[in-house]
C-alpha cells in the first residue's frame, strides 16, 4: 500500500461512478484482469510521483 492509494471512504464515494463488476459478463466481452480500485491508485501513484524510483 502506497501513501497515494485510496482509502476505504475515499473508495466507497468513487465505486458507485463505475460500472457494476457483473456487468463485464463473457456476453459483453473479455472479462476484467484488474479492478478498478487498482487502476485509480496506479494513475494516483504517477500523478503523484512521477513515478519516481522510490516515493
Known sequence: MYPSD???DEWAILK???P???YDT???GRPRDWS???ILN???YLTKTGCQWRM
Do not use: S, V
Open 16 to 18: 458507485p461512478l463505475f
Open 6 to 8: 485510496l482509502t476505504n
Open 36 to 38: 478498478y480500485r487498482l
Open 20 to 22: 457494476d463488476p457483473g
Open 26 to 28: 463473457p456476453k459483453n
Open 42 to 44: 496506479a494513475i494516483f
